[in-house]
């Protein structure tokens, strides 16, 4: 199994611009998650959905923020129109329930300058 | 809710002599499950070791254990014989096994250094 994959790796844009991260789970998992981790904040929980279907969006931090599941094994996390402050890196975890802990993605890291 | 406390920002070990870190949680049920990760300067989330609530006998990998203590809600990673491939940011978790697919909530972790 490739474990779980996210894309880009490395983000760089500009203030304004909007930006799509994209995840794509382990295949069998059911639930997804989304986590943005700062220095200042550690790891916050953004997004969960089960079964494709969102559970707690109660981490998303503005309406500029929005997550999709279209199907069992994509993700997309969109920031429009993204922001300096929005700077950070963002990961992508999948499990099967949770019972056996989380399988985290490399990561985005993003850069809104 | 739920919170995960990481009283040791940073901690340092002599190559191949033990450490411990340090965690302590918060929580009003009875069913859950508590976790370590590790984060590499590589940034990758790797799980380290996890322990079900209802469990009384403490987890072990390889050199890592475990030391819960369910009354005292302590949840401590033993690390033996400390390697420099050890040295890491390491997070304890929480994820309540009362509501299937829940979060994990994290502490602020720890930052290990292992000298030679």
């Known amino acids: 199994d490739a474990g779980v994959i996210q894309s880009p790796r490395h983000e760089v844009t500009e203030m304004g611009q909007e930006v799509t991260l994209r995840c794509k789970p382990i295949s069998g998992h059911n639930s997804l998650f989304w986590y943005r981790q700062t220095m200042m904040r550690g790891l916050e929980l953004l997004i969960y959905?089960?079964?494709?279907?969102?559970?707690?969006d109660s981490g998303m931090p503005e309406d500029r923020f929005s997550a999709k599941m279209p199907n069992a094994s994509f993700s997309t996390l969109k920031i429009q129109p993204s922001e300096p402050r929005d700077s950070a890196v963002y990961f992508c975890?999948?499990?099967?329930?949770?019972?056996?802990?989380?399988?985290f993605g490399s990561g985005t890291r993003l850069t809104v300058v | 809710a739920q919170t995960v406390t990481q009283s040791q920002p940073e901690m340092s070990v002599q190559e191949a002599e033990t450490v411990t870190l340090s965690c302590t949680y918060d929580t009003s049920e009875s069913d859950y499950y508590l976790f370590w990760y590790k984060q590499p300067p590589s940034r990758q989330m790797i799980l380290v070791i996890r322990?079900?609530?209802?469990?009384?006998q403490n987890a072990t990998e390889n050199r890592f254990s475990v030391n819960f203590q369910k009354a005292a809600k302590s949840f401590s990673l033993k690390i033996s014989d400390s390697q420099l491939g050890d040295a890491a940011m390491y997070f304890c978790a929480y994820r309540s096994g009362e509501t299937s697919g829940s979060r994990l909530t994290f502490g602020e972790g720890t930052q290990l250094t292992v000298n030679p």
């Open positions: 322990q079900e609530a209802y469990k009384q």
């Open positions: 975890a999948s499990s099967f329930w949770g019972n056996y802990g989380y399988t």
């Open positions: 959905f089960n079964n494709n279907v969102p559970i707690d």
